[in-house]
């Protein structure tokens, strides 16, 4: 029977960091960021605070969806170093008291994969999913089998075969969750976790863990793959950690994931939790998303209820047997310095992330207040639509002034991605400077969500206001307040404690807000945590 316990004991205070390794530090010259890179500011991960790196997808690959279409899940790219220097990396993380998950995509390989080559000369392989008829979404075949494949996402992205939940003798490409080519893919899957945990890391983050098992409504088949996988895990590496890109934690969980995150897709709201928090149009959009205004914006006219709810769902429903993770953002999605938000906006929404009862999970860059940057030309596959071009997210990290920020010695025209063209640009080394920067803010909330645990990922929330500002407290100890709009805004303490107020009110980290005359008084772009004495 699957456990239900939440996972290793450090994972219910992780501080997530994720990594985009192309674009975090190059430390060779070439332009494009690299394992050595990543090492050489670990000092600056661990100064901050964070003590978990998600690593994206770092293995060989063509690289036409940046490395999510992948040729080799047991050897590096050369473009981010050898095996051994990845090795490196995990140790030098684990003397600063830091875990490297990675991305492992489990639902498809690139099509020059040796496998899918093989596949494509051979009727009688099963690794992939073969029609011999044309259907709806498949994609001829590249060699001399004849037929048609399915893709996962990509064309040059076949589906893994792990079977389909349902039948159709009109169908006959449906083979069962048994079949033979989806249980030398469920094989291959645990040889490629075993490998990886051998060498030291703590876990991964599976892109598209939803999608393994085709035509699955409820997803019952891929929940018993996952749990599967899940009950050797808890037996073989039990301070491993499983988190899913499923975007509906209450599922994924149930599927035996430790952790979800909320994400800009997934669930019966479609993302709209997430979404709801920072979503301001700039930055990436999918043309059918749908809206009201989202609640960390300046004008005021958002609603924390959408994310309220949804998290409140998705809390009990994993409540002692996994974790609900909220990010800033990610490879996928706007960063929070998107589209009109602006640099002042920024401090009261990582108030929220990090005294939030989810793990936090901070993107790279957005610690200092890296900007989407709009207008790049499409990049390893990066324009998923008119409005939706990933690269925006995905631009050099900003560790100093200077052409290259800090990124590279190569000159500007050879980089992965340009940075930032605005001469005021944040960067690590101005904000280290500065006590009053975002960086230092961050650095602060992390240190504070550590100095009490009771602002951590347990115990819940109780929403004590939800609009502006937002109010809650936290283990009946602590009151935050979070005013993400320009306008301030007052709530009698009478109404925000009615069983009676504590006989003193203690700041522990604020900006703008203050008790004066018994009222919560919260400037623009304001926030406070205080301790209830």
Not at 116 to 140: C, M, T
Not at 187 to 197: C, G
Not at 232 to 259: I, Q, R
Not at 283 to 295: I, K, L, M, R, S
Request: glycine letters at 10%; aromatic letters at 12%; one cysteine or more.
């Amino acid at each position: 029977m699957t456990s239900t316990r939440p996972g290793p004991d450090w994972l219910a205070e992780a501080v997530l960091y994720q990594i985009y390794p192309q674009s975090f530090a190059d430390s060779d010259g070439d332009g494009i960021g690299d394992f050595a890179g990543i090492a050489e500011h670990l000092d600056h991960l661990a100064w901050l605070g964070v003590d978990t790196v998600w690593l994206n997808p770092c293995f060989a690959s063509p690289f036409r969806d940046a490395g999510y279409d992948i040729t080799d899940y047991l050897a590096p790219a050369p473009r981010y170093g050898r095996t051994e220097d990845l090795a490196a990396l995990v140790e030098a993380a684990r003397r600063r008291g830091i875990r490297i998950l990675l991305d492992l995509v489990a639902g498809h390989t690139s099509d020059r994969h040796p496998w899918f080559l093989a596949a494509a000369e051979d009727p009688a392989d099963h690794r992939y999913i073969w029609s011999d008829r044309r259907a709806d979404g498949f994609v001829a075949s590249p060699g001399s089998r004849p037929g048609w494949y399915r893709p996962n996402f990509f064309d040059c992205q076949p589906a893994l075969n792990f079977g389909y939940a349902r039948s159709s003798p009109d169908e006959p490409w449906r083979q069962p969750v048994d079949a033979e080519g989806p249980r030398a893919n469920r094989a291959a899957l645990r040889e490629i976790m075993a490998h990886w945990l051998g060498l030291g890391v703590a876990g991964f983050r599976v892109d598209m863990a939803y999608s393994l098992v085709k035509d699955d409504p409820d997803k019952a088949e891929t929940a018993k793959l996952w749990t599967g996988l899940r009950d050797w895990l808890d037996g073989a590496h039990p301070d491993a950690a499983l988190f899913a890109e499923w975007g509906d934690p209450a599922a994924a969980v149930a599927a035996g994931f430790h952790a979800d995150f909320f994400l800009h897709f997934g669930g019966a709201d479609h993302g709209l939790p997430l979404r709801s928090l920072w979503n301001n149009n700039g930055g990436t959009v999918e043309e059918f998303w749908h809206q009201d205004a989202c609640y960390f914006e300046a004008e005021g006219r958002g609603s924390a209820r959408p994310f309220l709810d949804a998290w409140r769902s998705a809390a009990e429903l994993t409540e002692g047997s996994g974790h609900i993770v909220l990010p800033s953002a990610n490879h996928d999605f706007s960063r929070l310095a998107a589209g009109p938000r602006t640099a002042e906006q920024l401090p009261p929404a990582f108030a929220f992330l990090l005294t939030w009862p989810t793990l936090p999970a901070v993107y790279y860059g957005d610690e200092i207040g890296m900007r989407y940057l709009p207008g790049l030309p499409d990049t390893e596959g990066s324009v998923l639509g008119p409005r939706f071009n990933r690269a925006g997210s995905r631009t050099p990290m900003q560790w100093a002034p200077g052409p290259t920020a800090g990124f590279s010695t190569a000159p500007p025209e050879r980089l992965y991605l340009p940075v930032d063209p605005d001469p005021h640009r944040p960067d690590v080394l101005s904000q280290r400077a500065d006590p009053t920067s975002l960086l230092h803010t961050v650095r602060r909330l992390i240190a504070l969500r550590r100095a009490h645990p009771g602002l951590g990922s347990a115990g819940g929330a109780e929403v004590r206001h939800d609009g502006y500002p937002l109010v809650y407290t936290r283990a009946g100890r602590y009151l935050v307040a979070v005013n993400p709009r320009r306008e301030p805004g007052a709530v009698r303490l009478s109404e925000l404690l009615p069983g009676g107020l504590p006989s003193g009110m203690r700041p522990l980290e604020a900006q703008g807000v203050r008790v004066v005359d018994g009222e919560l008084r919260a400037d623009g772009f304001s926030y406070g945590v205080y301790a209830l004495d």
